[in-house]
């Protein structure tokens, strides 16, 4: 559900997006003079201010216990922060006669809201269809691996999330020649020490084939 929630949001942002560029991208040639630009000045600066501080602490939050939902609304803070100063940038221009400069703030809006839906799709899609993408977490689990020396080889690691967890199941290459108690120590040994390194692995079934 917190995967499929981050999903939802990423359409609703896509669709927001949209619908800023295409009104931004016809304003772009028929600028008109802006209206109370001192009042949109003031309110722009205070929701930049506002928002990148809710982005940091959002952000420190995800960070802390891996939340996907809160690091996509994180991300979207501070957008929406940048944004914010982005249009502060153009409503000012705008008050010097360069009424263009509104419509293009415009247009920078709905591409920053666009890259924050884009990395939301893809980080939810990824954890919806049972997939797992993180190159660095795997080589860091194939290290600790290595550093075993009864393992000669890796022959399965299949990673996937569960909400802010991280679960998974490993199969490793092992001296035939292994007694039970002896495959069990490494077995265990590697269950340990994977657990240990890696914050947020909450299951890791780990399966030792003998071979020649």
């Known amino acids: 559900m917190e995967s499929l929630t981050a999903l939802i949001a990423a359409l609703i942002l896509v669709g927001a997006a949209t619908f800023i560029f295409l009104r931004a991208y016809r304003a772009f040639f028929n600028p008109k003079p802006l209206t109370s630009s001192c009042t949109a000045l003031a309110v722009l600066l205070v929701k930049g201010l506002v928002s990148l501080y809710r982005a940091l602490q959002m952000r420190r939050i995800a960070l802390k216990y891996n939340i996907l939902s809160l690091s996509v609304d994180a991300k979207n803070s501070i957008k929406d922060a940048t944004s914010s100063f982005v249009a502060f940038g153009s409503v000012l221009l705008a008050t010097f006669g360069l009424h263009e400069t509104d419509a293009i703030g415009g247009m920078l809006v709905a591409i920053y809201i666009l890259t924050v839906a884009y990395v939301a799709l893809r980080e939810s ?78 299951n890791l079934t780990v399966k030792a084939i003998p071979t020649p």
């Open 125 to 202: 899609s990824l954890v919806l269809l049972d997939a797992f993408h993180d190159p660095e977490l795997t080589k860091e689990i194939e290290s600790v691996i290595h550093m075993n020396r009864q393992v000669k080889s890796i022959k399965e690691l299949k990673l996937r999330r569960a909400g802010q967890f991280i679960v998974g199941i490993l199969e490793v290459a092992v001296d035939g020649d292994m007694t039970v108690r002896q495959m069990h120590a490494v077995v265990t040994e590697l269950e340990n020490s994977i657990k240990k390194r890696i914050a947020g692995l909450r």
